[in-house]
């Protein structure tokens, strides 16, 4: 791998397993410093992120551990099949507050560490669910709508000072949190490989190494808009 991000300190959540493992160790093989958090596991950081203090508490961990923050990934999320009918209201919200709201609280307190670095890198995990519904899943695409706008938005605000914001939206991937579903469900799996013209499901990888783009120096004007990466999926939808 490259040292494109060396010097640079990173904070990746959800990063025990699936994307943000990947994105995690991909961002230190480009030679980033990176802080990781997750609600469990081998980590810099245990912790519910959906806790009112939690994110200003990894923060000020990471910045005490690294000296100051550059890049922020938030990748912790959850996502299951359910109805429309008998959606209780319990879920629904309990989707929003760990992909939605413990986002833009991890956000909201690293932007004086984003703006005070001058090239500061912002990074949500949306879905091709940002753009488009699916069945069984209106708590995950309400939310991954909602941090598609809410990246614009914070694009919009901290441009002025030299920070990016960008969705990278992953598409069908295969990861612990999918799996079961793909397990199951041989003829969703069959689905989804099928509607992407490159004829697999996503790895945790691919999503990685875009993140890692967005990160460095090469996507200095890349900010404000999501990323499909989905194979070609939705180019069919």
Excluded at 25 to 40: I, N, P, Q
Excluded at 79 to 107: C, K, M, T, W
Excluded at 171 to 183: K, R
């Amino acid at each position: 791998m490259s040292a494109r991000l060396a010097g640079r300190r990173a904070i990746v959540t959800g990063a025990a397993s699936g994307i943000g493992a990947a994105v995690a160790a991909r961002l230190a093989a480009d030679g980033a410093r990176v802080f990781t958090a997750d609600v469990k596991g081998a980590v810099d950081f245990v912790a519910d992120l959906t806790g009112a203090d939690a994110n200003q508490n990894l923060v000020a961990a990471a910045v005490a551990a690294m000296g100051g923050v550059d890049i922020v990934v938030p990748c912790a999320g959850i996502s299951a099949f359910h109805p429309l009918e008998g959606h209780e209201d319990a879920y629904f919200q309990r989707v929003l507050d760990i992909n939605l709201l413990a986002v833009f609280r991890l956000v909201r307190a690293a932007v004086p560490h984003l703006k005070a670095h001058g090239a500061g890198r912002i990074v949500t995990i949306g879905s091709t669910t940002s753009t488009f519904g699916d069945e069984g899943l209106c708590a995950y695409a309400a939310s991954k709508h909602a941090v598609l706008g809410l990246t614009k938005s914070i694009a919009a605000e901290l441009g002025p000072f030299g920070v990016t914001a960008t969705c990278v939206q992953p598409g069908a991937i295969d990861t612990p949190m999918t799996a079961p579903a793909f397990t199951e469900t041989p003829a969703y799996r069959d689905f989804w490989e099928n509607k992407a013209p490159l004829r697999r499901l996503g790895r945790a990888e691919d999503i990685a190494d875009v993140v890692a783009f967005l990160c460095s120096d090469d996507a200095r004007f890349v900010s404000g808009h999501g990323l499909w990466v989905d194979g070609g999926a939705m180019a069919r939808h």
